[in-house]
Nanobody, 114 residues
Framework: QVQLAESGGGLVQPGGSLRLSCSAS????????MGWYLQAPGKQREVVAR????????YPDSGKGRLPIYSYNAAKNTVLLQMNNLKPEDTAVYYC???????WGQGTQVTVSS
């Protein structure tokens, strides 16, 4: 059974930083890539960043590319998301996703507040 485990969320002050980690297990063959999504209270889930097996990245046009993929290990199926200069509007649950599948992590809460 394929599982994703996220970690690294927490409470941080505005302007602070976090690094989220996602690790996949139970994968029989390499996925097309991995991605990060966020879901703020009362809103739909939206993409933050995606990285594909060939190493290429894709970010939304909305400017959320300021939260870049820090690293990706295709062999180990791990991906890190770097979050700098966090703002209160970044408060959300952040989910990891295996591209091309229905597999999602349980999410990790990020709260930006003073």
């Amino acid at each position: 059974q394929v599982q994703l485990a996220e970690s690294g969320g927490g409470l941080v002050q505005p302007g602070g930083s976090l690094r989220l980690s996602c690790s996949a297990s139970g994968i029989a063959f390499g996925p097309a890539g991995m991605g990060w999504y966020l879901q703020a209270p009362g809103k739909q889930r939206e993409v933050v960043a995606r990285i594909f097996h060939n190493g290429s990245t894709k970010y939304p046009d909305s400017g959320k590319g300021r939260l870049p993929i820090y690293s990706y290990n295709a062999a180990k199926n791990t991906v890190l998301l770097q979050m700098n200069n966090l703002k209160p509007e970044d408060t959300a649950v952040y989910y990891c996703h295996l591209i091309g599948t229905l597999t999602w992590g349980q999410g990790t809460q990020v709260t930006v507040s003073s």
